[in-house]
């Protein structure tokens, strides 16, 4: 054998080895041989993909979860503001327009956020100006 050095292991993590491994010199030789000779370089390169892989799965499931939040967002404003929105609608299909003081009212009689409401007739693509009045005919 060639020149050999000891080591200190804590008592009860020796004790515990030793009910798994029969020489546990024999175990460590082996062990610091595989280090040495790089035998798990390949393994680790593996395991080191598979960390990168799996914390772009994360960043992409989180991705996915605010995608699905901001949907469901746009669902819940399109059902608490279905009423208002029927009233909206007619009046801006038969001006051409919807006026701020007229999504001011209907805010207010559907017991909505008038900000709110303004918003999401301006998401929904319709055209809005300041005021308008009533047609008299």
Known sequence: MANSISIEIDCEMYNQAKEKVDDIQVFIEEQL????NDDFSDEYEVLSELNEKFEEIRELEDK???LREKRNEKIDDTLLFEDAMTTIMRIHENLGMIGKNQIKQIAKYNHLPYVSLLKFVQREGL???NYTGVSKK
């Open 33 to 36: 041989t595989l280090l040495i």
């Open 64 to 66: 996915l979860v605010s």
């Open 127 to 129: 055209v809005v100006v």
